[in-house]
């Protein structure tokens, strides 16, 4: 525990993406609530959102991330955190009409962005969907956990960095898809679809834990050369790092799939969407 709380190492870059994103989303927040809107605007969205952002900050700049260079289940629950956690919580926060509202000329923003012909809604929507998202997650995820290129993380600080942007971007997209989140660019995914697809994410992430928890030998000599902690050899880490990959990891999303499951088996609608939030926006300023 002092190695935790004396580890921080606060990172301007960071904060200052965190605190911007923050920002614009708490005043588009603000906006709608004061236009009226306080069924879109809820606290609850507000709470979500910077639990996401504060999520981020914890993971990468606190003692989890100094003790991640000598633990590697400590390395894994950044991963599953910034993976299985905090996108769950962004996307559940409706980000974009609030990112948007949060802008000045957020509504020309949004078009040029998100409009029926603008390149990056036609670059989205022919290569981030979900076919295209899984197949990039899996190949992120199990390229990463090569020997060679997760040393080579560990070792070098832009790798690193480098490394939780590939693993992040991918499970946003998954969740995005999973999730139904706004903006939606593809065909709505039904219930029973979207249950399937991230229980197939899930199973993408437990192959690699119940290899390296299962596995006999050290994988990543890496571990081998750092001070051991806490009295963990780095068998047994690699062990406990697995099997947070393999459980805990994996249930982020088969707990999801079940959910949708249980309410695509329950016969619940599945309507869809009246209007974008480029619609929502024009009913607000009329």
């Not at 406990?240 to 990959?245: L, S, V, Y």
Request: with cysteine; glycine share 10%.
């Amino acid at each position: 525990m002092q190695e935790f709380l004396n580890s921080w190492a606060l990172r301007p870059e960071l904060i200052i993406i965190l605190l911007t994103f923050g920002t614009l989303y708490t005043r588009g927040w603000i906006i709608l609530r004061r236009r009226g809107s306080k069924g879109l605007a809820t606290i609850g969205k507000l709470i979500l959102y910077w639990s996401g952002l504060f999520l981020i900050a914890l993971v990468l700049m606190s003692g989890i991330d100094v003790l991640g260079g000598l633990l590697f289940f400590m390395h894994m629950i950044q991963h599953i955190v910034t993976m299985g956690i905090v996108p769950i919580l962004i996307w559940c926060a409706n980000p974009m009409p609030f990112l948007l509202w949060g802008l000045p000329n957020g509504d020309k923003v949004g078009e040029t962005l998100f409009g029926p012909k603008a390149g990056f809604r036609n670059f989205l929507s022919k290569f981030a969907t979900p076919q295209v998202s899984l197949g990039l997650y899996m190949a992120l995820l199990w390229g990463w956990h090569d020997p060679a290129a997760y040393q080579a993380a560990l070792r070098n600080d832009f790798i690193h960095d480098l490394e939780h942007i590939s693993f992040f971007v991918p499970a946003m997209l998954i969740w995005w898809h999973g999730l139904a989140a706004r903006p939606r660019m593809h065909t709505r995914l039904l219930l029973w679809q979207r249950a399937a697809y991230l229980f197939a994410a899930g199973a993408i992430n437990a192959i690699p834990g119940v290899f390296i928890a299962l596995s006999t030998e050290v994988i990543y000599p890496y571990y081998e050369t750092v001070p051991r902690l806490w009295g963990f050899d780095a068998l047994t880490d690699q062990t406990i790092a697995g099997i947070i990959m393999w459980i805990p990891g994996t249930m982020c999303f088969l707990f999801a799939s079940v959910i949708i499951f249980w309410r695509y088996f329950g016969g619940a609608e599945d309507p869809a969407l009246k209007a974008d939030f480029f619609g929502f926006s024009r009913e607000l300023r009329s």
